[in-house]
Each structure stands twice: as structure tokens, then as C-alpha cells.
């Protein structure tokens, strides 16, 4: 059964990090692109940054360009998410998804995130 | 970046009727081009990508079609379960975009 656990969430001041993960499993996790997209309370979904297989590419929403970094260990199947910089815009569900090309088939359950003073 | 908006914003319809639900760029994204299903409290679902192939276990009433700039979602007859948001998704340029969603309602 294919599995993707987000962990990390939870409530950040404004100008504070967070490290979300995500951790694989029930899949070949390095044969896959994997992604992070957001979804704010009620709104529509956000795609926030993408790693292909070996992590040599990294691509990034214009917003959180210079603030996040997507990463990810394939010798632990996991993926990961550094937020610094938090702005309260950036509050959301954060899924961990991942697909071998441009779309997303797997996804987590989502961790929130919260910036607020 | 791309645009995409969705048409239209709700839908409401019964069990058993057929739903059409479009997806409108603002540049031509080829075929490159997925729809979404999501429900409450869940996880969007993959349907459909490359405009008109479905995503492995969705059922044949599911059906998507167009390319270029204009796309639509079809479903040929509405089951209970059916009733969520739709979201169309482009991977023709980055950065990837959603549609802000077209949401299914029982009527």
C-alpha cells in the first residue's frame, strides 16, 4: 500500500522556520518526482516546489523562492520541506505528493501549517 | 505563468444526471493537462491526465478531452460519491498551476 506521512506542521510566529517531512513508502520512491503543493484554509491548491528523482533539480513558486527549500534522502525515502522567512500568506495544508512526470498520483494526508503571532 | 480558470464555479446536479465541467488556459498547454477530484478533509485524487487518459482504478464514467486552451471533464452519470471540488492542473510550463476548482453539489 502506497503511503506518503507528512509531519512538521503546526503553529510558527511570523520570521520563523519549520521543517516539514515526508515519509515514503509502498512505492519505488526514487523513481518518482516528488512535490510539496499547499492549500489554504477553504482556498484552492498551490503548487510550491518539486525535486526530480535524484535531486539534482529544484523548482520553487515564485513566492517562496529564497525562503524554501525542498530536499529530499532517498535512502530514507523521505521528502522534505525548510520554510524560513514564514509569512502569514503561507498558512496552509501542506501535501507531500508524488508522480513520474508532471502530474501528482500519490498523496499524503497533509500537515498544517500556521503563521500567526 | 499560466492561467487557469474553471467554469463553471458550482455545479449543481442530481444522482444520475451528466456533468460537464471545463478548464480554460490562458496559453496553450498541448495536452499536458490532469483533473483532480477532492472531498472534504481528503487528499486530492488523480482522474485524468494528459487531457484524456484515466488515471489508474477511476471508473469509465470519468472522462476528459480537449487540448491547446480548452479542456473539459465528463461524467456520464452521477454517482453519489461523485459529488466534490474538481480541480484542472497544467504541466505544460513551470510554474505548474491548479484552476481554482469547480465545485459539484447535489441538487
Known amino acids: 500500500e502506497v503511503q506518503l506521512v507528512e509531519s512538521g506542521g503546526g503553529l510558527v510566529q511570523p520570521g520563523g522556520s519549520l521543517r516539514l517531512s515526508c515519509a515514503a513508502s509502498?512505492?519505488?520512491?526514487?523513481?518518482?518526482?516528488m512535490s510539496w503543493v499547499r492549500q489554504a484554509p477553504g482556498k484552492g491548491l498551490e503548487w510550491v516546489a518539486n525535486i526530480n528523482r535524484d535531486g539534482s533539480e529544484k523548482y520553487y513558486m515564485d513566492s517562496v523562492k529564497g525562503r524554501f527549500t525542498i530536499s529530499r534522502d532517498n535512502a530514507k525515502n523521505s521528502l522534505y520541506l525548510q520554510m524560513n522567512s514564514l509569512r502569514a500568506e503561507d498558512t496552509a495544508v501542506y501535501y507531500c505528493?508524488?508522480?513520474?512526470?508532471?502530474?501528482?498520483?500519490?498523496w499524503g494526508q497533509g500537515t498544517l501549517v500556521t503563521v500567526s503571532s | 505563468e499560466i492561467v487557469l480558470t474553471q467554469s463553471p464555479a458550482t455545479l449543481s446536479l442530481s444522482p444520475g444526471e451528466r456533468a460537464t465541467l471545463s478548464c480554460r488556459a490562458s496559453q496553450s498547454v498541448g495536452s499536458y493537462l490532469a483533473w483532480y477530484q477532492q472531498k472534504p478533509g481528503q487528499a486530492p485524487r488523480l482522474l485524468i491526465y494528459d487531457a484524456s487518459n484515466r488515471a489508474t482504478g477511476i471508473p469509465a464514467r470519468f472522462s476528459g478531452s480537449g487540448s491547446g486552451t480548452d479542456f473539459t471533464l465528463t461524467i456520464s452519470s452521477l454517482e453519489p460519491e461523485d459529488f466534490a471540488v474538481y480541480y484542472c492542473q497544467q504541466r505544460g510550463n513551470w510554474p505548474y498551476t491548479f484552476g481554482p476548482g469547480t465545485k459539484l453539489e447535489i441538487k
Open positions: 505528493a508524488a508522480g513520474v512526470n508532471g502530474y501528482r498520483d500519490y
Open positions: 509502498g512505492f519505488s520512491f526514487t523513481n518518482y518526482w
